[in-house]
């Protein structure tokens, strides 16, 4: 009852003070002094052990775990696996919630995040407009450290995933993990596959060994992760765009096709077909 009283209090905070998830986690489960995870013992008391993951568990839309900040779960994901397997069924329904939080909810962010000119041309026209913004317009000088001050979160961010991957996939080889531990970090892996940063060759040459394991489960993970290894894989194609309108030049519907040669971009270039019959005009529009 005190572990639901107190899960409540903090979701409550929690939602008041967006930001103070990270201090939660990368200050007490980093350092291991308040949240000790990896510390409670299997014969011992695991009262401690069941208040950190009911505080990481949360509520199923507010959960530490789940805002898609990379440098907490740096700290976070290691700091679990890692944690004293126990056989308490409490226990392992905490963690498989964390786990199965993580799975539905967790939304990776944007990697790379790049700002076209076209965007900056748009964002210059609000104070030719009212109501103009309340802050003044910043000058070139602002703008230029703006984008170095971005360059830098991108390589942060792209360092963090990185080091993530390769921290759970050293958890995997070298710690004598549990084999629900084992799988929870095979899960990790799977649920942060980014499109466009491939993984490693060490983190693939491990799945590919992993697809004829004796365990079924470990060979269910190792399927998905290398069917995301395939798309991130996959070669790019032009995509050409018909737009399909109604008798009232009016859309109807869009669709997207594949095509890889220039005479099927030539072919779809066509303005306008007008059918007898009252049959349905159609706009086919390329885009490359």
Known sequence: MCFATAEVIFDSQHLKHEYEYKIVALKQVKSYKVLKIDTCEDSGDT??????LYLLLGS???SIITQGDLNVMVSLGPAIVLSKPSEKLSVIRLKQGIVDTINKNFCLNTLELKISDTCL???RTLWKHLPQPALPQPDQNEIEEGA?????LNRSN?????NLLDELLRCILEEPLHWRHRLMAMTFIKDLVHPNQPYSAKLVRYFLQALIHDSLEERKIAT????FML???KRKHIKVYRIFLNKSYKIRSLRCFWGNSNQFLKNSLKCYERYSNNKTRIQSISNK
Not at 148 to 152: A, D, E, F, W, Y
């Open 121 to 123: 041309a748009a964002a």
């Open 148 to 152: 170095q001050k971005l360059k830098q």
């Open 224 to 227: 998905r992760v290398v069917t």
């Open 231 to 233: 798309k991130q894989q």
């Open 47 to 52: 009262k401690e052990q069941k208040g950190v």
């Open 158 to 162: 792209l360092a963090a995933y990185n």
């Open 60 to 62: 199923q839309h507010s």
